[in-house]
Nanobody, 123 residues
Framework: QVQLVESGGGLVQPGGSLRLSCAAS????????MGWYRQAPGKQRELVAT???????NYADSVKGRFTISRDNAKNTVYLEMTSLKPEDTAVYYC?????????????????WGKGTLVTVTS
């Protein structure tokens, strides 16, 4: 069974920083794209940033220049460094990964989601 577990959320003042982590575990053969999404109260889930296995990145316009996504392939972990946080960044942040995993000696490809970590930006 493959799991994604996020950590690092919390309460921070405007202008502050936080670092989110997401570790994938289980019978993982390989991980393709990994990413972070967020969902604010009353809004739809939206893309924050993605990163390919080769390190190419993509960001939502609203976070460009403030957030940095990175990954450690050896640890099956993706990070989101968030700086200059704004109240509008308040949301539950979800980790996503496109994972090739083995089950009963058969390889399967599937999109996995973490349960989310809450980031609250307020003074």
């Amino acid at each position: 069974q493959v799991q994604l577990v996020e950590s690092g959320g919390g309460l921070v003042q405007p202008g502050g920083s936080l670092r989110l982590s997401c570790a994938a575990s289980g019978s993982i053969f390989s991980i393709n794209d990994m990413g972070w999404y967020r969902q604010a109260p009353g809004k739809q889930r939206e893309l924050v940033a993605t990163i390919t296995s080769g390190g190419s990145t993509n960001y939502a316009d609203s976070v460009k220049g403030r957030f940095t996504i990175s990954r450690d392939n050896a640890k099956n972990t993706v990070y989101l460094e968030m700086t200059s946080l704004k109240p509008e960044d308040t949301a539950v942040y979800y980790c996503n990964a496109d994972i090739l995993y083995s089950s009963l000696d058969v390889l399967h490809g599937m999109d996995f989601w973490g349960k989310g970590t809450l980031v609250t930006v307020t003074s």
